[in-house]
């Protein structure tokens, strides 16, 4: 399989590299004895990305789409994955969605000599809106022009986006949607 990634590009480097990296893991793993496996975090702190450092709290306008679930979520994250290699200038991150039902979305930064604060946490969120408003994912639903990537997030059915540099810095964006008109009428 190592044959057909190409080493002139990034994205074939890359490919590699994790592909380097799960075969350590599985050797490394079955060196290991029996265990009764670690409890994961529903929202993959601690395995997919460091404790949170920073946090804003977007303005959230749309609930869950009805039709969207684990699966919709997955494609929407390979979508910005293939976006993000196959562009002339590719944008040095990997997208994950994690936790129990795929509800964490994580953003990776892949620049080691990037220095991640919350600045620049936001400036790749702004970078992310406009990526994810040409996804095919997003035009079919027909909300491109109008949701920022903290609507498309929530619309995807995310709890919260994570951008991180998986050392030490994780900047957090609850996605906490908008109480609805007969529970506020309720009242």
């Known amino acids: 399989m190592h044959a057909l990634i190409s080493p002139q590009s990034r994205a ?3 490919l590699a590299a994790l592909l ?4 350590c893991e599985t ?4 060196a290991q004895p029996v265990t ?3 409890t994961v975090p ?4 601690g395995i997919f990305f460091p404790p949170v450092t920073s946090t804003e709290t977007p303005e959230i306008r749309f609930g869950v789409l009805a039709e969207i679930g684990p699966l919709q979520r997955q494609s929407f994250v390979d979508q910005i994955n293939l976006a993000t290699t196959g562009a002339e200038r590719p944008i040095p991150l990997v997208a994950q969605a994690v936790g129990t039902n795929r509800t964490t979305l994580v953003l990776l930064n892949l620049e080691p000599e990037t ?3 919350p600045y620049i946490a936001r400036a790749m969120l702004a970078r992310m809106t406009s990526l994810a408003r040409a996804l095919p994912a997003v035009v079919e639903l027909g909300v491109n022009e109008a949701f920022d990537i903290y609507n498309l997030g929530a619309v995807m059915g995310f709890d919260r986006i994570i951008v991180t540099d998986g050392r030490g810095f994780s900047h ?3 996605l906490v949607a908008p ?4 529970a506020t009428s309720a009242n």
């Open 12 to 14: 074939g480097v890359i």
């Open 20 to 23: 380097t990296l799960t075969a």
């Open 27 to 30: 050797v490394v793993a079955s």
């Open 36 to 38: 009764t496996p670690p």
């Open 42 to 45: 529903e929202t993959g702190e």
């Open 115 to 117: 220095y991640l604060t």
């Open 172 to 174: 957090e964006a609850p």
């Open 179 to 182: 109480e609805t008109t007969a």
